[in-house]
């Protein structure tokens, strides 16, 4: 009987490689500290750069984690919790300090929404309730490291940026529903072709350092407000139907 369990065990080769996983997610983390001395530095599009290569390693970690069932073979090691962790510091912290240390909002507002994007942000990445059952996000889905983004892009006056971050943190408490660009099947096809596209663009805007051009910055901007309210949209199509 012993003999038949041992055998069921994972190999020491299959639990290091399930390991290795979370090792490979651990190092977005890194990857994190990589961007903030960059943005100290206010080598901005060097920080997205790194924030860039973070968003890839969490794109991928999951299916490798899930090929070579990682949650089975090292049960002592919780994988949610270290993406979390990763996540917090490359979709959070570091967009956050970007964004109150740029000069892009009111100076009297920035220290105070920078704390209100690490306090609201840490209550949304603690709530259970942070996907609908279809894998869309409920409110916004603290992606700040996008926020940031698209406020180096625009380049808006300090008032509408401040406005626009004022306006997302509150937003992280609506109840609307901003898609998943992995895991909601629905038009799937679609949003992953937009998805390659926006890298692309993305890429390309950063070797620019944000100077696009017009025509990049509306197909970039597009792209972001059909993340955030296509599944509204087709709501209420289906409603008027």
Request: net charge neutral; hydrophobic share 60%.
């Amino acid at each position: 009987m012993d003999s038949h369990e041992d055998s069921l065990k994972p190999t020491t080769v299959v639990r290091a490689a399930a390991f290795s996983v979370h090792i490979f997610t651990a190092f977005g983390a890194a990857i994190a500290l990589l961007a903030m001395l960059e943005a100290v530095r206010e080598h901005w599009a060097a920080m997205f750069g790194w924030l860039g290569v973070a968003l890839i390693i969490d794109a991928v970690d999951g299916p490798i984690a899930r090929l070579l069932d990682v949650k089975t073979v090292q049960p002592n090691w919780s994988g949610d919790v270290l993406d979390l962790v990763v996540d917090f510091v490359t979709y959070v912290f570091v967009p956050a300090y970007a964004i109150v240390a740029s000069g892009m909002l009111l100076p009297v507002a920035a220290p105070l929404l920078g704390i209100a994007i690490i306090v609201t942000s840490a209550l949304y990445f603690a709530d259970l309730r942070m996907k609908a059952d279809d894998n869309h996000f409920r409110g916004f889905p603290a992606l700040w490291n996008a926020a940031a983004f698209y406020l180096f892009l625009l380049r808006l006056p300090p008032l509408s940026s401040t406005l626009l971050v004022a306006a997302l943190v509150v937003l992280t408490f609506v109840p609307f529903h901003v898609l998943h660009p992995v895991r909601v099947v629905r038009l799937r096809w679609l949003t992953m072709s937009l998805i390659v596209l926006w890298g692309v663009l993305g890429f390309y805007a950063l070797e620019m350092d944000f100077r696009a051009g017009t025509g990049v910055t509306i197909v970039l901007c597009a792209i972001a407000l059909w993340i955030a309210f296509s599944d509204t949209l087709i709501r209420l199509a289906r409603s008027f139907g």
